[in-house]
């Protein structure tokens, strides 16, 4: 019987950045395209000139629609006409790049909805063109949610290899995370960074939290947080079944997790997980939109204007959220 494949939509990202280039080195990997029935959405001129820029040459069928995605033999393209290549000006903000990535991202769901896509990996996006281009939200996760009309908690992961962040908020000012810090949002987090790394294939998810106030802090007299609301929600994430420890100061719980103690971090505040995985390995960083019916992800570097056109993108972090994508997506078929 031959193996089950997941059908994975690969999207060029913002057409002024390296989102091309990317998706035409990681093709060039014949490992990773034997891990799916891989689809490459967007226009195909745009296509045609992430290979130019990389150097590499491959020849995609085309097809007309997901529902020609699964048995094929290799990538195939479903060529989507979005934007002119005369109105694209590499490493330049604009709203028709925005536009066009918004269009792309729209059919994937799409696709994943009418049961013909089990994941979709997308090259890096600009959040202004896309601001400008059209999109409402504050996000590209919102911009899911409200698509795929999901009505329960969602959360932004950023992962490293083999660990995993949530966080209980995310694009907020610093001085608002504090009033986010609750119960509710600490255990909403811890489930859903359990459930994906369940999906993504750790049967026994080990979960530490971290602290909101310098050393944890320091018994109360530093902040109470911890005693009032994080430590009993901790509490009630053991009580629910999840495997969680903590809270443990934000300037040491990276340094056990990169040893192995945890799988998955979930984090008071954007930046405070950010920074670690970023510094511990900028190029291999992924980020998976967490609490959707479908798996999405994306490296977590963004589109690295200062080199687009260049030939001199680092296909790592694509590599990465595209295997994460298979994995999950994997998994979405065995179910």
Excluded at 292 to 309: E, Q, V
Aim: charged share 20%.
């Amino acid at each position: 019987m031959p193996q089950v494949q997941p059908c994975i939509a690969l999207t060029l990202g913002d057409p002024a950045g390296i989102g091309p280039e990317l998706v035409a080195r990681l093709l060039g990997d014949h490992n990773a395209i034997d891990q799916a029935n891989i689809v490459v959405v967007g226009d195909r001129w745009l296509w045609e000139e992430g290979q130019r820029v990389a150097g590499i040459r491959h020849e995609l069928p085309e097809i007309a629609s997901f529902a020609e995605a699964r048995g094929q033999t290799g990538p195939v393209l479903l060529p989507i006409s979005a934007i002119k290549q005369e109105d694209v000006e590499y490493a330049r903000v604009s709203g028709l790049c925005g536009a066009s990535v918004l269009k792309v991202l729209a059919q994937c769901m799409d696709g994943a909805s009418d049961g013909h896509v089990d994941a979709i990996c997308f090259a890096p996006l600009n959040k202004l063109s896309m601001k400008q281009g059209g999109l409402k939200h504050e996000d590209e996760l919102h911009f899911f949610v409200d698509h795929l009309k999901v009505e329960t908690p969602v959360c932004e992961f950023n992962t490293l290899g083999n660990l995993w962040t949530s966080r209980i908020s995310s694009h907020i000012p610093l001085a608002e995370a504090a009033s986010h810090v609750t119960p509710e949002r600490i255990l909403s987090a811890t489930r859903l960074i359990h459930d994906a790394l369940v999906a993504a294939g750790i049967e026994q998810p080990r979960i530490g939290v971290a602290a909101l106030n310098p050393h944890a802090g320091e018994g109360g007299t530093c902040g109470r947080e911890e005693i009032d609301i994080i430590a009993p929600a901790i509490d009630a994430c053991r009580d629910a079944g999840y495997a969680a420890q903590g809270p443990f100061p934000a300037d040491t719980i990276f340094r056990r997790a990169r040893d192995g103690e945890f799988d998955g971090i979930v984090t008071m505040y954007h930046d405070q997980g950010q920074i670690a995985l970023k510094l511990m390995g900028f190029e291999r960083g992924v980020t998976v939109q967490g609490g959707l019916p479908i798996p999405i992800t994306t490296p977590a570097h963004g589109t690295a204007f200062d080199i687009a056109g260049k030939g001199k993108a680092n296909v790592e972090a694509i590599r990465h959220a595209f295997y994460i994508a298979c994995r999950m997506g994997l998994n979405s078929v065995s179910r």
